[in-house]
C-alpha cells in the first residue's frame, strides 16, 4: 500500500487540505479524476501514464470509476490520422490496467483535423471528435450517469471556432448542451452532482499567468461561463471538474469546488507545471453528501 506522505509529496501541496487517502472508516465512495494526459510517442509519456495507472490501482480503498479530463492525445488537431490512431491506441493499452469503469470528456488535443492545413469541415467520420469518441467514450460525449445517489454529467467544451479565429477551436458550452443541462440541473431532485469539462468554468489561472489586467494570452475559460454559472445558481452541484490549465487548483463559490485537477503529463512532460504542480491526479472521497479533494503526484521524475 502506499503511504499518505508517499501519495501527497512534500511542500507543493501544503495548501491542499487532503483526504486520509487510506481508509479504515468506509466512505461512501471513492473516485479519481485524471486530466491532460497528453499521450505521446515517447518513453517518458509511456512510462509516466504507466504510473499514473499503477498508482490509481494501488489506493485504498479503490476507486470506483476515473473520469478522464481530455487532453488525453496530444497535438491531433493537426489532423494526422495515422498518428491519432496510433496515439489513441497506445492509450487505451496502457488504461487497460484500470479494472473500474472509465468515463472521458474530450479535450481540444483530442480533436482530429480542425486545425491541419486547409481543412474544413469533413464528411470524414474520422474528423473531428469522431476517433476520440468511439475509442474512449463508445457513445454521445454529452451524458450523465448516476452512482450511489450522485448524478455525473460530462460536458464537451471544445467548440469549432469562426475561421478567422486564432485557434481553430473555443472553449465553450454550446445551445444544445446548454438545453440539456438546463433539464438535467432542475431534475436532480435532492441527488448531488459533478460537473465534468475539460476547459475551466472557473479559474485563478489569469491572475497568475497574465496579470489582472492583461489581456489573456490564451482564451483559456469557457467563453459563456457567465451564462453556464447562471444556470447552475442554486441547483445542488458540489463538484466541477476541469482540465486544461494543469495547474491543480481548487476554487469554491456558489457552493460549488472548481477543482483543476493539474495534469498527469505535469508541464507537457517537460517538469511541474509552473515550478508548482507536480504531474498527477485528483482523488475524490465522497462521505455524507460532500467530497474531499487530495492531488495525487503520480511519483514519476519529470526534471525541470
Ligand atoms: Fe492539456
Given at each position: 500500500?502506499?503511504s499518505?506522505?508517499?501519495?501527497?509529496?512534500?511542500g507543493?501541496?501544503?495548501l491542499?487540505t487532503?483526504?486520509?487517502?487510506?481508509?479504515?472508516i468506509?466512505?461512501?465512495?471513492?473516485?479519481?479524476?485524471?486530466t491532460?494526459l497528453?499521450?505521446?510517442?515517447?518513453?517518458k509519456?509511456k512510462?509516466?501514464?504507466?504510473m499514473a495507472?499503477s498508482?490509481?490501482?494501488?489506493?485504498?480503498?479503490?476507486?470506483?470509476?476515473?473520469?478522464?479530463?481530455?487532453?488525453?492525445?496530444?497535438?491531433?488537431m493537426?489532423?494526422?490520422?495515422?498518428?491519432a490512431?496510433k496515439?489513441?491506441?497506445?492509450?487505451?493499452e496502457?488504461?487497460?490496467?484500470?479494472?473500474?469503469?472509465?468515463?472521458a470528456?474530450?479535450?481540444n488535443?483530442?480533436v482530429v483535423?480542425?486545425?491541419?492545413?486547409?481543412?474544413?469541415?469533413s464528411?470524414?467520420?474520422l474528423?473531428g471528435?469522431?476517433?476520440f469518441?468511439?475509442?474512449?467514450?463508445?457513445?454521445?460525449?454529452v451524458?450523465?450517469?448516476d452512482?450511489?445517489?450522485?448524478?455525473?454529467?460530462?460536458?464537451?467544451s471544445?467548440?469549432?471556432a469562426?475561421?478567422d479565429?486564432k485557434?481553430?477551436?473555443?472553449?465553450?458550452?454550446d445551445?444544445?448542451?446548454?438545453?440539456w443541462?438546463k433539464?438535467?440541473?432542475e431534475?436532480l431532485?435532492?441527488?448531488p452532482?459533478?460537473?465534468?469539462?475539460?476547459s475551466?468554468?472557473l479559474?485563478?489561472?489569469?491572475?497568475?499567468?497574465?496579470?489582472?489586467?492583461?489581456?489573456?494570452q490564451?482564451?483559456?475559460?469557457?467563453?459563456n461561463?457567465k451564462?453556464?454559472h447562471?444556470?447552475l445558481?442554486?441547483?445542488n452541484?458540489k463538484?466541477?471538474?476541469?482540465?486544461?490549465?494543469?495547474v491543480?487548483e481548487n476554487l469554491?463559490y456558489?457552493g460549488?469546488?472548481?477543482?483543476t485537477s493539474?495534469?498527469?503529463?505535469?508541464?507537457w512532460?517537460a517538469?511541474?507545471?509552473?515550478?508548482i504542480?507536480p504531474n498527477?491526479?485528483?482523488v475524490l472521497d465522497?462521505?455524507g453528501?460532500a467530497?474531499?479533494?487530495?492531488?495525487?503526484?503520480?511519483?514519476?521524475?519529470?526534471?525541470?
Amino acid at each position: 500500500m502506499i503511504s499518505r506522505r508517499e501519495l501527497l509529496g512534500a511542500g507543493a501541496l501544503a495548501l491542499v487540505t487532503p483526504s486520509p487517502l487510506s481508509r479504515t472508516i468506509p466512505l461512501d465512495f471513492r473516485f479519481v479524476h485524471m486530466t491532460d494526459l497528453h499521450m505521446r510517442d515517447t518513453a517518458k509519456a509511456k512510462e509516466g501514464i504507466r504510473m499514473a495507472v499503477s498508482r490509481v490501482l494501488a489506493l485504498d480503498p479503490r476507486p470506483d470509476f476515473v473520469l478522464l479530463g481530455g487532453d488525453v492525445g496530444d497535438g491531433l488537431m493537426g489532423g494526422d490520422e495515422a498518428k491519432a490512431r496510433k496515439t489513441f491506441a497506445d492509450l487505451a493499452e496502457e488504461l487497460k490496467r484500470l479494472e473500474m469503469p472509465v468515463h472521458a470528456v474530450v479535450g481540444n488535443h483530442d480533436v482530429v483535423g480542425w486545425g491541419a492545413p486547409g481543412a474544413g469541415l469533413s464528411d470524414d467520420p474520422l474528423f473531428g471528435k469522431t476517433l476520440f469518441a468511439d475509442t474512449f467514450v463508445k457513445g454521445p460525449l454529452v451524458r450523465g450517469f448516476d452512482h450511489k445517489g450522485w448524478r455525473i454529467l460530462l460536458l464537451d467544451s471544445i467548440q469549432r471556432a469562426a475561421p478567422d479565429s486564432k485557434t481553430p477551436y473555443k472553449s465553450a458550452i454550446d445551445e444544445a448542451q446548454l438545453q440539456w443541462l438546463k433539464q438535467e440541473v432542475e431534475g436532480l431532485g435532492a441527488r448531488p452532482c459533478v460537473i465534468v469539462t475539460h476547459s475551466p468554468l472557473l479559474t485563478g489561472y489569469f491572475l497568475y499567468n497574465d496579470g489582472p489586467y492583461v489581456e489573456p494570452q490564451f482564451r483559456m475559460v469557457l467563453e459563456n461561463a457567465k451564462e453556464v454559472h447562471e444556470l447552475l445558481k442554486g441547483k445542488n452541484i458540489k463538484l466541477v471538474l476541469q482540465g486544461h490549465t494543469h495547474v491543480a487548483e481548487n476554487l469554491l463559490y456558489a457552493g460549488r469546488q472548481h477543482i483543476t485537477s493539474g495534469a498527469v503529463s505535469g508541464s507537457w512532460w517537460a517538469g511541474p507545471r509552473f515550478g508548482i504542480d507536480p504531474n498527477g491526479f485528483s482523488v475524490l472521497d465522497v462521505e455524507g453528501g460532500a467530497a474531499k479533494w487530495a492531488y495525487v503526484p503520480t511519483g514519476m521524475d519529470l526534471g525541470g
